[in-house]
């Protein structure tokens, strides 16, 4: 048997997440991420026939923005505060031996060369290595333990500055919204007077945690 396993993209994802920073750490956390997983051109039409009959799919990608090298076998997990270590087979880190990630996402369109999901969790341009469609009678178990992650993250609150009132439609507020209020700030900061940035559906988007709520300062176009 070879020590070494070669694999191919069946496709990228075009994701509404420009960089790491701001990306949820889990799928699902932010219903109102959008995007689309589109296929290689070895993929026949068709090759998704069936799949429009289920609700939800689940990605199987890999963390390309992670260097092979970077491989960590204990990693401290922002569930934790960033303060206790864990062995990486019991978190979700991208920092694993093969960089293989797992993403459950709502399926909200099949066509013969890409798919439309939604509460993507994965940076734009990620290689797609396989899609499986999500079984609830099996997949789902009620009487799960969730370990150190038992629970959902508290949410925080999230303001908008009165400058960007009528700059930003709904369906946009709607996602930076769900996106901040998850607070992607590392688990160890925690100085109310530092702004953040971070690439949403092709703004830069700014922002600071003052007294537990997010202030959204500003959302300017990112020119290329």
């Known amino acids: 048997m070879s020590d070494e396993i070669s694999m191919r993209p069946i496709g990228r994802v075009e994701s509404c997440f420009g960089e790491k920073f701001g990306t949820p750490r889990q799928s699902g956390l932010v219903p109102e991420a959008r995007g689309r997983i589109v296929f ?120 908008f500055v009165d400058d960007l009132e009528g700059e930003i439609d709904e369906e946009r507020r709607a996602l930076i919204t769900q996106i901040l209020a998850v607070d992607p700030r590392p688990a160890y900061h925690d100085d109310e007077e530092r702004v953040y940035g971070c690439m949403i559906e092709g703004s830069n988007v700014k922002w600071r945690v003052q007294g537990g709520r997010v202030i959204v300062l500003s959302s300017d176009p990112i020119i290329r």
């Open 40 to 159: 290689s051109d070895e993929v026949p039409a068709g090759a998704c026939r069936g799949l429009e009959d289920f609700s939800h799919v689940w990605i199987v990608f890999l963390f390309d923005q992670v260097e092979e090298k970077d491989t960590r076998w204990f990693v401290r997990p922002p569930r934790l505060g960033g303060n206790e270590k864990k062995g990486v087979f019991a978190t979700r880190s991208p920092f694993r031996p093969n960089r293989i990630g797992l993403s459950l996402v709502k399926l909200e369109g099949v066509h013969d060369d890409s798919l439309v999901v939604s509460g993507l969790d994965l940076v734009d341009g990620t290689a797609v290595l396989d899609l499986k469609p999500y079984l609830p009678y099996v997949e789902s178990v009620a009487d799960a333990e969730g370990g150190f992650a038992k629970e959902a993250p508290v949410l925080l609150g999230v303001d």
